[in-house]
C-alpha cells in the first residue's frame, strides 16, 4: 500500500499539475520566439486588451511584439511592455526540448480550467469560453546542456474576468537567474513569485514547483482583469493559501518550517496581512505577542 501512494506524491511535486502538453511547435532557435499568434479571444491584461500574443523561447509570453530577452530582470522593471514571465532567464531549445502553444474554445480543457479557477476564486461563477496554454517541455538551459525543464503558462476569460496560471513540472538545476510572475507597462501592476533572483528557483526545491498559491504545489493563478496598482496582485481568497499536506511534508526540520513560513509571509503580504513578527523557528507572532504555528496561523484582512 505504501508504495501505491509514492507515486501520486512523487508525481506532483516533481511533474507538477500540468495541463495536456499539445499544440503547434515552434522553431528550435536560441532565444528565438513563436510567430505572432492571433487570439480567438480577446485577453484583458489590465486595462489593455490584445489579440496577439508570442511565446517567446526563453520563458516569457509579450503581446505588441517578440522578444528574445535572456537575462532576467527582477520585477518590477518600470519598462514600457507588458509581460507574463513563468519562467524567464537563458534557455535553449536547439538540443532538447520543444515550446508548444494551443488555444481552446471548447471541450474538457475549457471544462477542467473552469472547474479550477472556481475552486481558486468562488463566487465569481466563471465559465471559460477560452484557454491558452503555452509549454515549454524538457527545454534545456543554454547553450544546449541538455538538461530539461518543463513549465507552462495558461490564460484564460470568460470576457469579463481574465486568469493567468504558471504550471511547473520538473525544473533542472541551474545557477542562472530566473523571474517569474508578470509585470505591465511601468509596472503599474506586477507581482513577483517568492523564490525569484534567488537560488531557491530551480531544481528539486524550487519554491515554485513545491510551494503554490492556490493549495496546490507546483500552480500559482492569477487574476489579471484589475487590480490594486503596485506589487498587491488580485489573489485567491485566505482560505485557498493554507499550505498542503504535501509541501508541509516535502519540508524536514526546523529550517523547512522557517521556509516554508517565509512563503506563508510573502503571499501575505500580498493581501495586506499584518504580520508583526516572525522568530527564528518559523512561528508567527501577532501583535499581542501570541505565537502561533505555520499550521495555526490564519491570515487576517485589514
Known sequence: MAG????????????????????????????????????????????????????NHNGHLTFDSSWSSFTPQQFPMYGGRDIIAPYWTDLDNRGNGDIYYVQYTNGSILQQVTQDINAYFPGLNFHANWVFIATWHEVAYFPMTGTQTTIQAILTTNGQYSFV???????????????????????????????????????SNSIFSLDSNVNVPGRWVFRVDHGSTGSHAH???????????????????????????????????????????????????????TVKSVREFAPVMV
Do not use: W
Open 4 to 55: 501505491k501512494l509514492i507515486l501520486p506524491v512523487l508525481l506532483l511535486l516533481f511533474t507538477g499539475p500540468l495541463y495536456p502538453i499539445e499544440g503547434t511547435t515552434s522553431s528550435r532557435s536560441d532565444d528565438g520566439s513563436s510567430p505572432q499568434i492571433s487570439l480567438l479571444q480577446s485577453f484583458n491584461f489590465f486595462g489593455q486588451h490584445y489579440s496577439q500574443i508570442y511565446v
Open 165 to 203: 496560471l504558471m504550471n511547473y513540472g520538473s525544473l533542472a538545476n541551474t545557477s542562472r537567474l530566473i523571474q517569474a510572475g508578470y509585470d505591465t507597462i511601468s509596472s503599474s501592476h506586477h507581482f513577483s513569485i517568492p523564490g525569484s533572483m534567488s537560488n531557491n528557483a530551480s531544481g
Open 235 to 289: 489573489l485567491p481568497a485566505p482560505a485557498s493559501l493554507s499550505p498542503s499536506p504535501v509541501t508541509l511534508s516535502a519540508r524536514r526540520g526546523a529550517s523547512a518550517i522557517v521556509d516554508l513560513s517565509s512563503m506563508v509571509t510573502n503571499v501575505c503580504h500580498q493581501h495586506h496581512v499584518v504580520v508583526i513578527m516572525k522568530d527564528a523557528i518559523g512561528k508567527l507572532v501577532n501583535s499581542s505577542g
